[in-house]
Structures are given as C-alpha cells and as structure tokens.
C-alpha cells in the first residue's frame, strides 16, 4: 500500500529545493539514510539542506557529507521549506522541532521502515520488512537507475549493519546479507565500519555500562531484566546520548530473559524506555500503549515517573503471562 517506490521517485523528481530530515537523537539508520537521500537528490541534480534536531553522534562523523547536516539554530528563523523527505522517523513528531521549519502547505515524503509508522506524509514509502531504512533507500536508488559509489554503499552499509546489530539480530534476512554483498562489491569498507561502530567503546561509555549492570533487576521469573541510568549518570561519567546505544542489549542479552529494558531519566522528570525482545514479545505493542512505537522486537516510549514505570513493567509481565 505504502511502497510504490515510482511514486517516491516522482516526489524526488518533480521539485528542485529538499529538506532532509530524520528523527531526534539520530542513531546509525537515520545518519546514513539522511546522507544516502542527499546522494540521491544530488545525483538528480536537486538542491537540499540536511537537518536534525540533535547533533550527528561524534561516532557516526567519518561518514562523508555528516558535517553538512545542520542543526536547528543554523536553519535561520525565517527560513521556511515545502518539500520535505523525511527518513528513519516512525511518526511525525520524532523529527521534533524541525517541524516548525515547514511551510504551511508543505508536502512530505515519509521513508520509513517501522510496522508502527502512520503514513504521515503527503507521500509514503514505507517497508516494514526491510531491515533498515538504508535498505529501502538503497532499493530506491536502484529505482533511480543511478550506480552506487563507494561514499553512497558505505552509507547504506552503515544503516544495514546497525540496524543488524552487526548482522546479528532477527531482521537478518537473505535480503539483508544479499544487499550487504552487494554494498562491498560497490566499494563500502565493511571492516573499517565495523570496527568503528561494534567493536570501539567510550570511556563514558564502559562507565554507563558498568553502572547499568550494577543495577540489573529481574522479575516475572527471571524473564524480565531492566537497568536504569540517570540524568546524574549521565553528566557524572560525561556521556552523551549516544553513549547509551545498545546498552539495553546487556539486559536482553542475559540467558532465560525474554525482554530486556532501559530506564533513562530525563532531567525534565520522564523516563525514556527502551524495550528489547529475545524472543516473540512484541514489545512495539507494549511501546505503543504509552505513546511509543517501533519493531516487534525492539521499541521505545516516553514514560511520566515511577506511576508510568511500574504500569510498563505490569503490562510486560501481563503480555508474557497471556502468551
């Protein structure tokens, strides 16, 4: 219903002046998909300005063309766009404040890969299947009969490969590794992504861990594990919201445990929650009841205090019990 990728291409095709945006605190999928569609735009001889809310992770920066995507304050007050791409955002309001850069009017097209993803766009492409949204962007630059560079598949192969979990998670699919031979065969340096992205941590990094380990809980017959970081933690061990990238994976990582969740404490007094399954809990439905969304196995929410904690904590423990 939503993957007519023609009519992506004419969106693409039929303007001249783009915005790029993706959602707030830009992982690897948004990064990589926000400058794999300025590669496309460019190669059909567009005009762009790339935008986040949230500054581009300081792991994420040897990716070329990253020091163009500007923050908010270096859009101008004034300046107002009417057509918009939109990539790796599961609903309207993760791309945050860059919203109100839109004119009135605006039209918007809303690549996605998220099951939870509304169709917010004027146009949409959406492909819950694909593993990243680099994977379906990579399918529309096919669409577009332009040949990939090594800059464009180390792009690509960068949303591929976190979005995997480095190849590892379920959404691993022929398809997948078949678009992942494909990116090496056009020049991506997979082993120097890798090493960057999977196997370099951060000091602030190990500190958050260690503190998150420390604070393991488990419920629900040891099938539940969750960990909890502070705003204190975070400014203690001088970490940025980067830093807290597959954290949750330690708690769903633990032998019998079928959901694992991060608590992070926002300094407004919300916590935001990230929930990942090892098993068949959808944890998108759960996300989903408090306001949030994402995949089946990996989702996240926004949650108001302890009253809203123990309420997501009760409904995991609900879903595991009526399965």
């Not at 420390?214 to 099938?223: A, K, L, P």
Request: hydrophobic share 40%.
């Amino acid at each position: 219903m939503h993957r007519d990728f023609k009519a992506a291409m004419h969106f693409l095709n039929e303007g001249d002046d783009y915005l790029v945006v993706s959602h707030v605190q830009p992982d690897g999928d948004a990064i990589s998909s926000t400058l794999a569609a300025a590669w496309l735009l460019g190669r059909l001889g567009k005009r762009f300005v790339l935008a986040n809310q949230d500054p581009v992770p300081d792991r994420l920066r040897f990716l070329s063309g990253s020091e163009g995507i500007r923050s908010l304050d270096q859009l101008g007050t004034d300046v107002r766009f009417k057509r918009i791409v939109a990539v790796d955002c599961a609903d309207y309001k993760r791309i945050g404040l860059l919203a109100d850069r839109f004119a009135d009017g605006a039209e918007l097209l809303n690549i996605d890969h998220h099951p939870t993803n509304d169709a917010y766009g004027a146009c949409n492409l959406i492909v819950p299947e694909a593993a990243a949204t680099a994977q379906i962007l990579y399918e529309l630059i096919a669409e577009s009969g332009h040949a990939l560079d090594p800059s464009a598949a180390e792009l690509l192969y960068t949303g591929l490969l976190t979005d995997t979990g480095g190849f590892r998670y379920s959404n691993t699919d022929t398809r997948v590794m078949q678009t992942a031979a494909k990116l090496l065969e056009a020049g991506a340096d997979g082993y120097r992504i890798a090493d960057r992205l999977l196997e370099t941590m951060t000091l602030p990094q190990l500190k958050l861990l260690r503190l998150g380990l420390n604070r393991m809980e488990f419920r629900f017959g040891d099938r539940v594990c969750s960990m909890r970081i502070t705003p204190e933690d975070m400014a203690d061990t001088g970490a940025a919201p980067e830093d807290l990238e597959g954290l949750v994976n330690y708690a769903r990582n633990v032998e019998g445990v079928e959901a694992g969740i991060l608590f992070k404490g926002m300094r407004d007094g919300s916590v935001k929650a990230s929930l990942r399954s090892g098993g068949t809990l959808d944890v998108a439905a759960l996300a989903s009841a408090f306001g949030g969304g994402g995949h089946v196995r990996a989702a996240g929410c926004r949650l108001e205090g302890e009253v809203q904690i123990d309420a997501l904590l009760a409904a995991v423990g609900e879903a595991l019990e009526s399965r």
